[in-house]
């Protein structure tokens, strides 16, 4: 264990027992890793403190405190890795894409992948690493594990809300094509949400793509997008 992760996880256990109605939900968050009894509010005031007191960390050893983390045996510790990516400066994330290979093999659910790649690493660092991100966000759609393909498309849902990038968006529909048959929710709500996610930049392609693979891509997907489409709402409006 990274001797910075050992300072974190006691962080961890000196807050636990400041826990919401939200914290236990296993069956929801589809991890079997035991987690700490900690809000997520109070695990970000940690993560915020924590990055505000290491600013002189090299992206090299920043590296090395989040692969500890994404190893730990809680859900909580893997949060936390993805916390702390949002509070880095910019040059601490300057670290090789590929970890992110790594990483994802310790990740389950997804709850913890979605908040090590939906974060502000994903919106400046996909884009600004591109020519390393775009292959391996297809090695991803293409691999055995289902949180590596989820991570395909979650990777991409926060860059592509922020600005209008066509060459993320060509990859994004690659990979949705790839995966429009799997039928685990794990795949079925990234591919809505990365569609949805692509209406603010893009609202004339993703109803093309719609309206030509409505009857292949999954159901949710397809009836979340329209409504986005129609109304700017993931749900319609109560009357």
């Known amino acids: 264990m990274d001797r910075h992760h050992k300072d974190i996880l006691t962080a ?13 939900q ?17 695990l970000r005031i940690l993560a915020k403190e924590w990055m505000k007191s290491h600013r ?13 983390l994404v190893e730990g045996k809680s859900a909580t510790e893997k949060w936390m890795a993805g916390m702390l990516m949002d509070y880095a400066k910019p040059e601490q994330l300057a670290f090789e894409p590929a970890l992110f290979d790594a990483w994802l093999e310790h990740l389950m ?10 974060g502000s690493y994903s919106v400046a660092e996909v884009p600004r690493y591109w020519k390393k991100w775009e292959p391996l966000l297809r090695k991803f759609s293409k691999s055995k594990n289902i949180h590596k393909r989820r991570a395909s498309l979650v990777l991409l849902c926060a860059p592509l809300r922020k ?32 569609l949805r996610t692509m209406v603010k930049h893009h609202k004339v392609l993703v109803a093309d793509y719609i309206e030509e693979n409505k009857t292949t891509l999954p159901r949710i997907a397809v009836r979340e997008t329209l409504i986005k489409i129609d109304t700017g709402r993931k749900t319609k409006p109560r009357d």
């Not at 961890?12 to 236990?24: D, M, P, S």
């Not at 659910?109 to 939906?118: L, N, P």
């Not at 060459?167 to 994004?172: D, Y």
Request: glycine share 4%.
């Open 163 to 194: 600005s209008v990038n066509e060459p993320l968006a060509a990859v994004a529909f690659e990979n949705i094509d790839r995966l429009k048959r799997e039928k685990e929710i794990l795949i079925t709500k990234a591919i809505s949400w990365l």
């Open 56 to 68: 002189d960390l090299s992206a090299a050893d920043f590296a090395k405190v989040l692969t500890s």
């Open 12 to 24: 961890i256990r000196t807050n636990a027992g400041k826990a919401t109605q939200h914290t236990h």
């Open 109 to 118: 659910g997804w709850a913890e992948v979605d908040v090590m790649c939906s």
């Open 26 to 42: 296993d069956n929801y968050l589809g991890s079997s890793h035991p987690r700490y009894d900690i809000s997520n509010p109070v």
